[in-house]
């Protein structure tokens, strides 16, 4: 199978699915607040978990670039909001907002007690968010943290916005999960979170399409 031919007549196969190619990805700003963040332009995805869980290395997975979102062995240091600008190989532009990782237990009390209302504040009032990917370490599954994003996502004050946000759960490592369990961990998963639940490994790539498309259809 020719992967990198043009595509040309159709033919009688099932149509191609995207290849979720990103042509441009750059990166916008960084905010320390919702209200620092750019006016709302084009549509939205947030991603937010636990620090270390492998956020930035999904995002880079996903944009397609070895380190534009930073990776790091400590955790805890990206206390911003992180906007990306991209756009994918069929004209779709959009931007990925990078929430602070939460959970860390060397962040300052003063900093915890921010960021549940910064969160709670962009989640609720930013026009142009359509997902929200909450990602957990398939490994450690939902911790208190975690229920608590979901819950808030489907409250009452979340469901009267005007264009809901979609929660998807990411269960991220995914490779490091021995094969033959991964199937009852993420039923497991998705059964206790009441949300839809995608296996994702940003070293082998391993739900990737899956969540690309999840996210198109939340546009
Ligand atoms: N095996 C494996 N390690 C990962 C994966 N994603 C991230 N990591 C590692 O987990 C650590 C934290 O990743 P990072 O992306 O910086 O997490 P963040 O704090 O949530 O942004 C790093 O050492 C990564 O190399 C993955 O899918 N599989
Ligand atoms: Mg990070």
């Given at each position: 199978m020719g992967e990198s031919s043009v595509q040309t007549a159709p033919s009688a196969e099932k149509p191609r699915a995207p290849l979720n190619r990103v042509?441009?990805?750059?990166?916008?700003?960084g905010a320390t607040k919702a209200t620092g963040l750019p006016a709302p332009a084009l549509a939205e995805l947030a991603f937010a978990g636990r620090s270390n869980v492998g956020k930035s290395s999904l995002l880079n997975a996903m944009m397609q670039r070895k380190s534009l979102a930073r990776t790091s062995g400590t955790p805890g240091c990206t206390r911003q909001?992180?906007?990306?600008?991209?756009?994918?190989?069929?004209?779709?532009?959009?931007?990925?907002?990078?929430?602070?990782?939460?959970?860390?237990?060397?962040?300052?009390?003063?900093?915890?007690?921010?960021?549940?209302?910064?969160?709670?504040?962009?989640?609720?009032?930013?026009?142009?968010?359509?997902?929200?990917?909450?990602?957990?370490?398939?490994?450690?599954?939902?911790?208190?943290?975690?229920?608590?994003?979901?819950?808030?996502?489907?409250?009452?004050?979340?469901?009267?916005?005007?264009?809901?946000?979609?929660p998807i759960l990411v269960a991220t490592k995914l490779d490091k999960l021995p094969l033959s369990q991964r199937k009852t961990t993420l039923a497991a998963l998705q059964k206790a979170a009441g949300v839809r639940t995608i296996g994702f490994s940003s070293v082998t790539g391993d739900g990737r399409d899956e969540l690309w498309s999840r996210l198109r259809a939340s546009l």
């Open positions: 042509i441009d990805a750059e990166f916008v700003a909001i992180n906007v990306f600008s991209i756009k994918m190989d069929d004209g779709l532009a959009l931007q990925l907002i990078d929430l602070p990782g939460y959970g860390y237990a060397k962040v300052s009390k003063k900093e915890k007690s921010e960021w549940g209302p910064m969160l709670e504040g962009y989640l609720l009032e930013r026009p142009t968010l359509r997902a929200l990917v909450l990602l957990v370490d398939v490994r450690r599954g939902l911790e208190d943290d975690d229920r608590q994003l979901v819950d808030f996502l489907s409250s009452p004050q979340s469901t009267t916005r005007n264009k809901p946000v979609e």
